[in-house]
C-alpha cells in the first residue's frame, strides 16, 4: 500500500492548527491593568520568550494560558480550541515552576510517573525510562528531589510536565533559583530538549541572555503590552523603542537631528558630528532622534587617526573594567556624555589606560535610530531582582 506525504501546504495548515492565540487578552486587578488588551500567535513547535522586567504582565499572561488566573476580557486558543475558560488539568498545557515543585517523599521515578498514573494508566516503566533518558538522568530512579542538585531537580521537574505529552510546555522563570554557572549550562540542555521533543515552549523569564540564548523569538513587554517582538538579532541589532534599546543589553543614545538624506543613508547632526544611518534602520526619520549605538560597535583609535567610518569626534577615557573577555571603557564626550565602549582582548593591542584620549568611531550599518520623544532612560533602571 502507498502512502502520499502531505503536500507543504497541508503541513503547514498543520502546524498553524496547533498554534497558540491570545487575542485581546486582558487582566485586570481592581484599577490595575497587568495585560493590555494582548494579540500574539506562538508558533507550534517553536521556543517562545515573554521577556520583561518584574511587573510587566508576562506572568501573569503565563498563568492565564495555564488556566491559574481568569481573564478579564479576550481568549485563548490552541488550535480549534478555545481553552480561555477550560479547567487547568483540561487543557493541554503543563508548567515547570521556578521551584520545580516536585515531591519530597516520592522517587525520582514515582515523581515522573505521577502524571500517566493519575491519569490511571498502568505501564509506566518504558515512558519513564524514555524521559529519564531524555534528560539524561538515567540511574537516578530510586534516588528523592533533595538527593539531587538544583539543576538535576530542574531535569527532573522537566521530565514530569513533558511525560504527558503536551502540546505547550510554560516555563515560569525555570532557572532562576541556580547560579550562573549552571544556568548557562541548564540554558543549552532546555533548547536541546525542545527541539527534541518538538513541543511548543513559552518561557517567561526576566533574564535578557537567557531568553537570547534559548528562544527562536522574543516578545519583549514592557506596562502589560508588547514593545517589540522578533528573533533575538533583530531585536537586539535593531530595537525599535528606547526601552528594547535598554533593556535588551546596553545601548549608547547620543541626541541627533536629521538633517537630509544620501542615497540610501540619512544624515544625521550628533552633537555637532555629521554622521550617515542606513534609512532602513531609523525608526525615527525626521527632526530630533536618538543614535543608538551598542558599545561593542564603537571603534576607538589613537587621537589624531580619524576612524574610516562614521565619527563622534575625540573622548577621553574616563574608566577601565577589565572582565576577562573584554574591557569596558567609559568615555567622556566634548559636550559631557558619557558613553561606554567593549572591546574583546584578543592581544592585538594593550589595553588602553584612564586618561587617555581616543577618537569615537562606528560604522553607520550597526547604528540604529529612535524618535526622540521617547524617554532616553526606559528600561535602563529596572529591578531585574525577580
Known amino acids: 500500500m502507498s502512502t502520499v506525504a502531505p503536500s507543504a501546504d497541508a503541513a503547514e495548515h498543520s502546524t498553524r492548527s496547533e498554534d497558540l492565540r491570545l487575542s485581546a487578552l486582558t487582566k485586570q486587578f481592581g484599577d490595575f491593568t497587568a495585560v493590555d488588551s494582548l494579540d500574539l500567535t506562538i508558533p507550534a513547535g517553536s521556543f517562545f520568550a515573554l521577556l520583561g522586567p518584574s511587573g510587566c504582565g508576562k506572568t501573569t499572561t503565563l498563568r492565564m494560558v495555564a488556566g491559574l488566573e481568569i481573564p478579564t476580557q479576550g481568549d485563548v486558543r490552541l488550535g480549534a480550541d478555545d ?11 503543563n508548567t515547570v515552576f521556578q521551584n520545580y515543585a516536585l515531591f519530597p517523599h516520592l522517587t525520582i521515578y514515582e515523581n515522573v510517573a505521577f502524571g500517566l498514573r493519575r491519569k490511571g494508566r498502568k505501564d509506566v516503566a518504558e515512558p519513564v525510562r524514555e524521559m529519564l533518558g531524555l534528560v ?3 540511574g537516578f530512579e530510586g534516588r ?10 530542574q531535569r527532573v521537574a522537566l521530565a514530569r510536565a513533558l511525560i504527558n505529552h503536551p502540546q505547550v510546555l510554560l516555563l515560569d522563570e525555570p532557572l532562576g533559583a541556580l547560579d550562573l554557572k549552571l544556568r548557562r549550562q541548564m540554558q543549552i540542555e532546555l533548547k536541546r530538549i525542545q527541539v527534541e521533543v518538538g513541543v511548543t ?3 517567561v523569564t526576566h533574564d535578557q541572555e537567557e531568553a537570547m540564548t534559548m528562544a527562536d523569538t522574543i516578545a519583549v513587554m514592557h506596562g502589560g503590552r508588547i514593545e517589540q517582538m522578533g528573533s533575538p538579532g533583530e531585536l537586539y541589532e535593531n530595537p525599535r523603542t528606547t526601552f528594547v ?4 543589553g546596553q545601548s549608547n543614545l547620543v541626541t541627533g537631528r536629521v538633517t537630509g538624506r544620501d542615497g540610501e543613508d540619512l544624515k544625521v547632526d550628533a552633537q555637532g558630528a555629521e554622521v550617515r544611518v542606513p534609512a532602513a534602520r531609523a525608526n525615527g526619520v525626521d527632526g530630533d532622534v536618538w543614535l543608538g549605538v ?12 580619524r576612524p574610516d567610518r562614521n565619527s563622534l569626534g575625540r573622548a577621553e577615557i574616563v574608566d577601565v573594567s577589565f572582565v576577562g573577555v573584554s574591557t569596558q571603557y567609559m568615555l567622556r564626550m566634548p559636550w559631557r556624555q558619557d558613553l561606554m565602549a567593549f572591546e574583546q582582548n584578543t592581544g592585538a593591542r594593550a589595553v588602553l589606560k584612564r586618561g587617555d584620549v581616543v577618537e569615537v568611531g562606528f560604522a553607520g550599518a550597526h547604528a540604529f535610530l529612535l524618535d526622540h520623544d521617547q524617554d532616553a532612560r526606559a528600561g535602563v533602571d529596572q529591578d531585574l531582582s525577580l
Open 83 to 93: 481553552i480561555t475558560w477550560a479547567k487547568p488539568y483540561r487543557r493541554p498545557v
Open 136 to 138: 539524561e538522568l538515567e
Open 144 to 153: 528523592k528531589p533533595n538527593e539531587l542538585s538544583g539543576g538535576q531537580q
Open 201 to 203: 515552549f513559552v518561557h
Open 245 to 248: 534599546a535598554n533593556f535588551l
Open 294 to 305: 551598542r558599545p561593542e560597535k564603537i571603534v576607538l583609535t589613537p587621537a589624531g587617526n
